[in-house]
């Protein structure tokens, strides 16, 4: 593999060990990673043709995320391919900005709570199932990751395309989905899409069978919506937004008085965008709330004055009925189990890094322009595990976001990036991951069973423990 050093930006060059050209493995030993950016300076390599700089602290992470007129989120190529060119997440600027704010009513207090009850379902499902697969081998301890992987993928199909989707097809898609993070290298033999079983091959075969499926349930939603159905899933949401657009629009036009205006008018969008924006959501969410969820688990394992005080805040939240559904005024009136979240987000953030292009010249620092056509990409874990903010980053404490200030370090909360392209789903996921664990403290036991390698990080898109966190899940008594 090749790489060259380039001339020095801000500071001394850096020559970095490389082993796969996948962007997010960008530098496969970690602690490596970490190196580079303890040193403070703006860093720069090549990998193969692009030149890459990476920003070292908070400051000029920020900068970059909010600089739009300068840089723009920068997919690998092969993404164009797997997700289809006229994907949203493709636009920049106004027209990025415009689509953004239909997609925004999506994630608002009240959408969130409609899709609750489709989640917990879940939840019940795979809790089972975890269960179910350590005694299955034995009461012995078993790689988790895969499993994590699989609830997450659930849990987002059933929230974005509700029950229009076969149990048979999310699982499929869960299993598939492995392939399409696999193909996600920055660099790929050319044609590679066309040859089969290479894994840009595979990556766009797994890619387009969950877009068919999602595009079927667009048309599926359609039909249930206009019959005056009951929203329960996001494209529920979005198609009933759509209706009460054109009526609105179609009133109008007829002169017919019009109730209030939507706080949004919509376009109709086909059966095929609205799956291909579904499949987005899953392309953005999967890793990460993989990542997070592998490592909510054991660290709560690690930590049982941790897990018991989560326990006894979702017992008191639910009057003592651990049966008792979790409504959104619950969970987020959990103070704790929310700092929980927190914390395992700031101390393991899933994206540590997003890479973005300079549109034009970029003069990122006074003394330094970066290239047109560079990647430019803002580092978000430094300022996560930045010491003179945070006290003993490298501690697990959710108290420093009840007792400490961590709360007040807003600037430094980097976990869903800044600017215009920041993490949608904020709320969602600090929702979902607070009923996900309290309901996993109510009803189950989990032990974890540390191997040597249970410390140590390897990257696959987001971070994971390097054993694949093996644990044996019983069902509470
Ligand atoms: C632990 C879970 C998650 C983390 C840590 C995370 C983090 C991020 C980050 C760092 C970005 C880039 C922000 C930027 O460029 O400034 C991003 C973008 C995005 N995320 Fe998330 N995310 C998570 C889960 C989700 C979920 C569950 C969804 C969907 C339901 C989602 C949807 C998106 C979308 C659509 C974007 C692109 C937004 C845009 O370009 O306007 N994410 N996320």
Redesign the pocket.
């Known amino acids: 593999m090749y790489i060259k050093n380039k001339g020095s930006i801000a500071g001394p060059m850096f020559k970095i060990p490389f082993m796969g050209p996948f962007i997010q493995a960008l530098y496969p030993d970690f602690e490596e990673y970490k190196k580079q950016w303890a040193s403070g300076k703006l860093s720069c390599i090549s990998v193969f043709h692009k030149f890459v700089v990476l920003t070292p602290d908070r400051d000029l992470t920020h900068k970059v ?1 909010n600089s739009p007129a300068f840089v723009k ?1 920068c997919l690998v190529p092969v993404a164009e391919d797997i997700i289809g060119p006229n994907g949203w ?1 493709f636009l920049h600027g106004k027209a ?1 900005v415009d689509y ?1 704010k239909g997609l925004n009513t999506l994630f608002t207090r009240k959408a969130l709570e409609c899709y609750l009850p489709t989640q917990e379902a879940v939840l019940s499902d795979y809790f089972g199932r975890f269960v179910q697969a350590s005694r299955d081998n034995g009461g012995n301890p078993l790689p988790f990751m895969g499993l994590f992987r699989e609830i997450n993928c659930a849990v ?1 199909c059933r929230t ?1 395309v509700g029950h229009y989707i076969s149990d048979e097809a999310v699982k499929k898609i869960a299993d598939d989905y492995y392939c399409i993070t696999a193909a996600l290298e920055l660099v790929n033999i050319p044609l590679s899409l066309y040859v089969p079983y290479t894994k840009v091959w595979k990556g766009k075969r797994a890619a387009d069978g969950v877009l068919a499926e999602f595009a079927k349930c667009a048309a599926k939603s359609k039909i249930h919506m206009a019959a005056g159905g009951k929203p329960t899933c996001i494209i529920d949401r979005w198609i009933l937004s759509m209706i009460e657009s054109k009526r609105y629009r179609d009133n109008e036009a007829a002169g017919i008085e019009n109730g209030e205006k939507p706080s949004i008018l919509l376009r109709e969008f086909t059966d095929f965008e609205i799956g291909q924006t579904m499949f ?2 899953l392309f ?2 999967q890793d ?2 993989s ?2 969820t592998t490592y909510l688990f054991q660290i709560m394992a690690q930590r049982p004055d941790v897990l018991d005080r989560v326990r006894q805040e979702n017992l008191e939240a639910r009057n003592g009925d651990v049966n008792a559904p979790a409504g959104l005024q619950m969970l987020e009136s959990m103070v704790y189990t929310n700092a929980v979240v927190k914390e395992l ?1 700031r101390y393991r ?3 540590i890094f ?1 890479p973005y292009e300079a549109k034009k010249p970029f003069p990122v620092t006074p003394t330094y322009t970066v290239p047109k056509g560079a990647m430019i990409i803002p580092s ?1 874990y430094p300022a996560l595990h930045d010491t003179e903010v945070y006290n003993q980053p490298e501690m697990f404490d959710p108290e420093r976001w009840i007792s400490g200030d961590a709360s007040e370090k807003s600037r430094n909360w980097l ?11 904020q709320q ?2 600090q929702i ?2 607070t009923a996900m664990i309290g309901k996993a403290a109510l009803e189950l036991d989990w032990v974890h069973h540390p191997t040597a390698r249970s410390e140590e990080i390897k990257v696959f898109a987001t971070l994971f423990p390097m054993d694949d966190c093996p644990l044996v899940f019983t069902k509470r008594a």
């Open positions: 995320f989120p997440v990025h953004r987002s974005f987005t959501f953005a969410s990460a709330s990542s997070a987000l953030p899933p994206v997003v978000c976990v869903f990036g800044a600017g215009p392209h920041n993490c949608i789903a969602y996921v979902t991951m």
